[in-house]
């Protein structure tokens, strides 16, 4: 008799997931191992059950899904990882795809699992179509790079949290670090980070990073 492949969903709606839950074990092989609603339950549970797959809501309460993952994968733990998110954010499927996860839209969670998880147990990694048709549609659309005066402009017009993301980045906390600061969700972070590189048309993994270095460094001290 073939054991079956347990999942563990973390997410901080309870409602949602019940319903996930339910969809899964009513249309699938798959067995629920576990819930978790926060990031520090979630690490303790999977480290426990060992699922094949974990399912991580991004804006659980600390630590977020994407920290959960940074260190799922930091311990190698043998656990394929999906990435359940409502944000359709260019920097935080960066990240994901980054750290080898997979990615689906809460918006068509339904539509999407069963085929996420068949994905991720082959070992690979899945998107959302809808995410994947909104790339494609950003980058057939995406504004040329800026001249140097439109790069000015565009430096000055930062709204002030864009400014102070900016200022912590360059002091290399983490985003976790940054998001505390702030007073909003680590993936807020990532979300702020894609639009700053957006508005400055920066492109590249550390092209933001590098920025916030030399603004820091070019920029008198006591900066508002």
Do not use: W
Not at 17 to 46: K, P, Q, T, V
């Amino acid at each position: 008799m073939t054991s079956r492949l347990g999942v563990v969903i973390v997410d901080d709606h309870a409602a949602f997931r019940a319903e996930l839950r339910r969809f899964i074990e009513e249309h699938s092989h798959y067995e629920i191992f576990g819930e978790a609603g926060d990031g520090r339950h979630a690490l303790d549970l999977i480290r426990q059950a060992r699922p094949a797959v974990a399912i991580l809501d991004v804006s659980i309460p600390p630590p977020d899904g994407l920290a959960v993952a940074r260190t799922l994968r930091e311990e190698s733990a043998p656990v394929e990882i999906i990435l359940l998110t409502m944000y359709r954010e260019e920097g935080i499927l960066a990240s994901a795809r980054s750290l080898g996860l997979s990615y689906v839209l809460k918006d068509s969670a339904m539509t999407d699992i069963l085929t996420a998880l068949e994905t991720a147990c082959r070992g690979e990694r899945y998107t959302s179509p809808l995410l994947t048709s909104y790339i494609r549609e950003s980058t057939r659309t995406a504004i040329p790079p800026l001249s140097q005066q439109e790069f000015m402009n565009a430096v000055l017009n930062l709204l002030p949290i864009e400014g102070r993301l900016l200022d912590l980045m360059a002091d290399y906390n983490t985003n976790k670090d940054i998001a505390d600061e702030l007073g909003i969700q680590a993936a807020e972070v990532e979300s702020y980070r894609a639009t700053i590189c957006r508005k400055l048309g920066l492109t590249g993994s550390h092209a933001l990073m590098k920025f916030a270095l030399n603004r820091k460094s070019t920029s008198p001290p006591n900066r508002l």
